[in-house]
């Protein structure tokens, strides 16, 4: 419904591939996945200045590590 | 924000057109202070009143659209309709397009619309009023959701987690996929909707 606008994306061979496996394992086309990650990057941005932390856990060991942003 | 029209179906039965807008204004929240939130205190009153058992009051007396609102507003992974009609707010729903991947096997780690919250007027709910005035506003809502799923690439997968008193609607009128209770997730049930069962819900008529 909102509005569209293009730009031109350059990236590198390991960059455009990274986002094709992406792509096929998510069954997504390759707009869809940058349109997420922007989407998520955001999100966890806004979390991290409220103060808040991202942990990756293990689901078998429960072991969790912080995720740090840059 | 842009509005498109859909169609609830009015006490006698009849088709009638709303509006179903692709964010939720201040006007909206307005709305929702304005009418929804007295009518559902003046509920909770009555409740208190007659004694009735706490765990037998509607589950999301307590969900504050206004909060909901002001902590999604500038957030991309959200995205927030309203729902209006006869020029009053009908139904509001909040979905997230990040935060989470399918969890039936067919559909396993692809994305899905994950439905935060969904709520509907106090005067369209039999659980409040004996004579709902609109039919079909969590209906059109979860359409609204199969939509924006196909609109994202992501095929009409949906994804949530219900409360015990709504539990029927999305078996029985949604046909999704009940996964059973999500011991991470409050114990809620956690309901999918794949590709197919998308296909289905959306071609056929709306169920009561």
């Known amino acids: ?70 | 924000m842009e509005k498109s029209l859909v169609y609830l179906q009015g006490p006698d039965g009849k088709a009638v057109q709303a509006e179903l807008w692709d964010d939720i204004s201040a006007e909206h929240v307005a709305h929702w202070t304005d009418s929804w939130k007295p009518e559902i205190e003046r509920f909770r009153q009555r409740l208190e009143k007659d004694g009735v058992a706490r765990e037998k009051w509607p589950q999301d007396l307590h969900w504050d659209w206004s909060e909901k609102a002001d902590a999604t507003r500038t957030v991309l992974a959200y995205q927030r309709f309203a729902l209006v009609c006869e020029g009053r707010l009908q139904g509001l729903m909040l979905v997230n397009l990040v935060t989470s991947t399918g969890r039936l096997a067919a559909q396993q780690g692809k994305p899905l619309v994950y439905i935060d919250f969904v709520s509907t007027a106090p005067w369209n709910r039999p659980d409040f009023c004996d004579k709902p005035r609109f039919v079909g506003v969590g209906s059109v809502l979860i359409r609204v959701a199969v939509e924006l799923s196909r609109a994202e690439g992501f095929r009409g997968r949906i994804g949530l987690h219900s409360l015990s008193q709504a539990e029927k609607f999305y078996r029985k009128t949604c046909s999704m996929t009940d996964l059973g209770p999500d011991t991470g997730y409050y114990k809620l049930t956690y309901f999918e909707m794949t590709e197919a069962q998308a296909t289905k819900f959306t071609s056929e008529p709306p169920k009561k």
Do not use: C, H, P, W
Not at chain 1, 15 to 33: I, P, Q, R
Not at chain 1, 38 to 50: F, I, K, P, S, T
């Open chain 1, 1 to 70: 419904m909102t509005n569209k606008r293009t730009m031109t994306l350059n990236l590198s061979d390991a960059e455009m591939s990274a986002l094709e496996v992406l792509a096929e394992k998510k069954d997504l086309n390759k707009t869809v996945v940058i349109r997420q990650a922007l989407r998520l990057y955001q999100m966890v941005d806004q979390r991290m200045r409220e103060g808040k932390k991202l942990f990756i856990e293990d689901e078998l060991t429960k072991d969790k590590s912080e995720l740090m942003f840059i």
